[in-house]
Each structure stands twice: as C-alpha cells, then as structure tokens.
C-alpha cells in the first residue's frame, strides 16, 4: 500500500501566503498534525518512507515513521511558484486568481512551474518506486501530492486540481507491483 501524506502546518500557512518552495519548518500546530496522523498510521511499519527535501515534509516524515530514514527525492518537492511566492493568498494577482480558480483550463502564469510539470516529475518517481515490497509512506505537499493523485487517474479529467488538502491530510492506493490503484483519502478519526 502507498500513503500519501501533505507536511503538517508552518508559520507560512498559517499567515496564508504562498509557501511554494519556502524551505519552512512545522509550527506546533504542524508538529501535532504530524503526531495525529503518526497515531492514524500506528499499526503500519512502513518498509519504505519517501520525503521531499523541504524541511516540512521532512519533519512530517519523521514524525510518522521516527523509525526510518526519509529519501529525500527532489520530484517530491512543491510546484515552483516562482515570482509568486510568499504572496498574500487573499491578495492575489488577476493572473494567479484565475490560474487558481480553475487549473485545468487556465494555465500556470508566466514564471510559475505548468502543472504537466508537476504531473511529469510526480509521474516518474511513481513508475521507480512501484515495485518496492512492502508499505510506502511519501511526505509531501500539497500540489505535488495533487500532481500524485492526478498521474494515478488519468481518466478523472483534472478533478483533484481542484480539491482541498489540508495539512497532514492522507491518500492511500493499492499498489500491486504492476499497476498502482487508485487513491483514496483517508478519514480522520474523531
């Protein structure tokens, strides 16, 4: 089985600006989010933990699994908003306005990473990591995790572009070997 998870909350997410490729850590907040979701996962030992390199999803990686390891791997890493970053989310240009408010149809702005991009590199690193046995945990953010969810359903016409993941929210997804299946979210408890 694969689980997908988002890092955990930073001091950037909680002012709402563009967090992109900040290299943050969690706030508290994100440390306990972290530490919810390790209890959700308890019973798993994961065989394998994958992290992107940004701090955030590090911490988030070892919360969850404080016995392995993370690879780092930079296809894990959040879509680079270039010149946007560290923007106010309830300010935003007319070009990342419409750019947000419908991704499938309106395409990155001029200096944004395309979102064919984040799929394309998300893509890859499903295709190496696949036939590894055993359960795979991947820490990571929220457009990249949306780049995962979208490789692995091709057929779904761009919907998880427009989803809401929050901090520290999981997917899984069978994962045969040959054929991964497709992601489901995990309810949190209480």
Not at 153 to 175: H, R
């Amino acid at each position: 089985m694969i689980y997908i998870i988002r890092h955990g909350k930073t001091e950037m997410n909680g002012r709402h600006v563009l967090q992109s490729r900040s290299n943050q850590p969690l706030n508290e907040e994100g440390v306990r989010q972290a530490e919810a979701a390790r209890d959700r996962l308890k019973g798993i030992h994961f065989s394998h933990v994958f992290s992107s390199p940004l701090k955030r999803a590090v911490q988030t990686a070892q919360i969850v699994a404080p016995y392995a390891e993370p690879q780092l791997d930079e296809r894990l890493i959040e879509m680079d908003c270039g010149p946007y970053e560290g923007i106010d989310l309830y300010a935003l240009p007319p070009e990342v306005t419409l750019f947000f408010s419908d991704f499938i149809h309106n395409p990155a702005p001029q200096g944004m990473e395309p979102l064919s991009s984040v799929v394309k590199r998300a893509g890859l690193f499903l295709e190496e990591i696949r036939s590894l046995p055993g359960d795979i945990l991947i820490s990571t953010h929220a457009i990249a995790m949306k780049g995962l969810l979208e490789y692995l359903t091709p057929d779904l016409g761009g919907s998880y572009w427009a989803k809401d993941i929050g901090n520290c929210t999981v997917y899984t997804a069978d994962n045969h070997g040959d054929r991964i299946g497709v992601p489901v979210r995990m309810e949190e408890e209480g």
